[in-house]
């Protein structure tokens, strides 16, 4: 599973110049919060990275790599 993210999004939540309820609505919009629906199926972040928006954006993304993690999930697998 892979979940891309505005950095300037994470970057002013981090700054403390977005609320939690704010920031949750400007990445996820309408839909649950896949992070939170990730690791409730045992998935956690396996690594991170940045992503050019490219010349033509003004922003670039944080892009997450999840996967199962048996410290974080059930004993059985589910995916």
């Known amino acids: 599973m892979t979940i891309k993210i ?3 999004l ?13 920031f949750k609505r400007h990445a996820f919009g309408d839909h649950p ?3 939170d629906n990730e690791l409730t199926r045992g998935h956690t972040i396996q690594a991170a990275r940045f992503e050019t928006g490219g010349t033509d954006e003004d922003d670039d993304y944080l ?3 999840l996967d199962f993690d048996w410290g974080a999930g ?4 589910q995916r």
């Open 6 to 8: 505005s950095s300037r």
């Open 10 to 22: 994470v970057q002013e939540y981090l700054a403390g110049r977005l609320q939690l309820d704010e």
């Open 33 to 35: 919060n896949m992070f």
């Open 63 to 65: 892009v997450f790599d």
């Open 74 to 77: 059930s004993l059985t697998r």
